[in-house]
């Protein structure tokens, strides 16, 4: 090869496209449609996303240049790999089964542990919990809630004398008064005791320095319905309320900072959650920066991430295998500092050893198989992931300043702001559930025909624990699950008939081949989401020939499925012989004749822009389903 030839740039001979260009082909291949309703995504975040970026869509980001492990840290705090931990979490109720489990979870590749303990911890049960564990090795958490200082002091007391070198034990305890506050409505004791604790645990903790002792539960935003901009804004607010109140306390900003941790969940949405990580390092770096720490690394924010619960199903479990593992690459590229995936039944039973397993080796074949940690920061350059990083960072910066103009986290949460915010943004995204605009596939679209829940499953595992204390002082944050609806409705169902014959849609199939196996198909998934039985058929050759099989087949709604232009003759017909044994159903919204079939006593139409939660719902009442 010809040093010419060596020194060609591939596609040079192909001349550069502009940016005018490019718009004016994609407007001729629309004819004439609304650019910004078929091309512009208008997302729950409060941004639109363009459907194509080029370079210079990045000339306005100023931190595209910084290396790796350089502030404001946008890049990750590692300059040399892409490294996690694999965390997973322990109930601890028997403190030496804990152990045992603990014990096998490290031989299998688990890297971080989360124990968390309900009750006040004795020095003892601390030790049998710790027994055989290299602390040295392994990154340890702890959630103790009220009793993190005593426990702080134990395992303090218990590391030195075993004499582990206490710098370099890692992990945290993950206290965070400001979220209790927000979940249960009031603190423990007084907003001026947590805080107080806040401060004793920083300063007990000065034996530990690679310990943080101090959590921002950002997950329970995003697991109480809020867009991820809501989830970051708030929880960049929340360290910053801490920030604020404990440097009042007589701390210094680098005390206080390095002792944080970030606790965020991760959705499906997969390339905003990789750009929410980045952004979130991008805020924090700038907030502390206000602060003036003496150390320029303490603004390096570490982040924990967990799989979401807001967006995992009761009904086709399995699916919420796809799920985490999309999330765990999303919070892996965007780098994440360790990662919980949560066991795929963890929403509706106690995890079992097969689920604890595959959520550990999820993350074990996206490190070891994938070496998703050999590159630092993967996204950087993406045109896309980029202009994403940076619209969610000025999003979230816009509604954390509105937070501070409330007083900042405390006083907006008596002010309902941050509740009001994130319970809008909920009721848009449960609308679009109920209409199938947001698809969850095995509950609101493809549900699994013959999948039945017989076993018990309490309104508290659907809904989620409401955790407000009955003294509240203000209207607290409500985790929940996007599909609960959706689950009372089959669970409803289901129950029912354990004691009845379980209700049977029948689709009666007429006329234009191609429009009535499309209808059927459709009417079938709509009513399966309901749990109940569905048949679908090939075709009737006459009217009679199908009101016979409807009654045959003792059929409680029967959905006529056609083409709209034959509807006018058939369905007045079908509904004259079939009104006394069933529901009559249309398949479509033919809305030249549907006044006129309104009139002849046709009162029920299912399409795609119906809510089928609420339709099913009403269906379940008119055939006595309690």
Known sequence: MSENAKDKKLFEEFPPVSTADW?????????????????????????????????????????????PDEFPFVRGNNKNNNGWLIRQDINVKNFSE????????????????????DNEPAKDELNTLLKDIAVEKFELNFVCEKYSL??????????????????????????????????????????????????????????????????????YFNNSG??????LAFSIATGNEYISLLTDKGLSVDEIANRIKFNLAVGSNYFLEIAKIRAARLLWANIVKAYNPKNKETGKMYI????????????????????????????????????????????????????????????????????????????????????LT??????????????????????ALKNNFIQNKIKETAQKRDLAIATRKKKFLGTNQFPNFN????????????NRKDLTEKDAIIETLKPYRATHAFEQLRLKTDRFAKTNKRPLAFMFTFGNIGMRKARAQFACNFFACAGFEVV???GFKTIDQGVDACIKNKADIVVVCSSDDEYANIVPEIYEKLKNNAIIVVAGYPKAIIDDLKSKGIKHFIHVKTNILESLQNFQNELGIE
């Not at 809020?226 to 989830?231: A, L, R």
Request: net charge negative; hydrophobic share 35%; with cysteine.
């Open 304 to 387: 924990h991430s967990t799989t979401s619960e807001w967006n995992k199903t009761i009904y086709d479990p399995y699916v919420n295998l796809l799920r985490s593992t999309t999330e765990t690459m999303s919070s892996v590229i965007g780098g994440t500092d360790s990662l919980t995936v949560n066991p795929f039944n963890s929403i509706y039973e106690s995890p079992t050893d097969f689920s604890e397993r595959i959520a550990r080796n999820q993350q074990i074949i996206v490190k070891e198989e994938s070496y998703f940690d050999k590159i630092v920061d993967p996204s950087a350059g993406s045109y896309y992931i980029e202009n």
């Open 390 to 411: 940076n619209s969610i960072a000025e999003n979230a910066w816009q509604l954390f300043l509105e937070t501070e103009q409330q007083g900042g986290y405390i006083k």
């Open 98 to 117: 804990a152990n045992k489990k603990a014990r096998l979870f490290l031989e299998k590749g688990t890297q971080s542990l989360n124990f968390i303990i």
């Open 150 to 219: 005593l426990l702080l002091k134990n395992l303090i007391s218990i590391f030195q004398s075993k004499n582990i070198d206490l710098k370099k034990v890692t992990g945290s305890i993950g206290f965070d008064p400001l979220c209790s506050f927000s979940l249960r409505g009031k603190f423990f004791d007084t907003e001026e005791t947590a805080l107080n604790e806040c401060k004793n645990l920083i300063e007990e903790a000065k034996e530990l320095p690679n310990f943080k002792v101090i959590a921002v539960n950002g997950k």
């Open 451 to 462: 999948e039945h829940i017989d076993k018990k499953i309490s309104s508290e595992t659907i």
């Open 536 to 538: 679908d058929n090939n």
């Open 226 to 231: 809020s867009s991820i901009v809501e989830e």
């Open 23 to 67: 718009e004016a082909k994609i407007k001729i291949d629309l004819k004439g449609a609304d650019y910004d309703k078929k091309l512009i995504w208008k997302t729950i975040d409060g941004f639109n996303v363009k459907p194509y970026y080029r370079a210079e869509d990045l000339k306005n980001i100023s931190y595209l240049n910084v290396h």
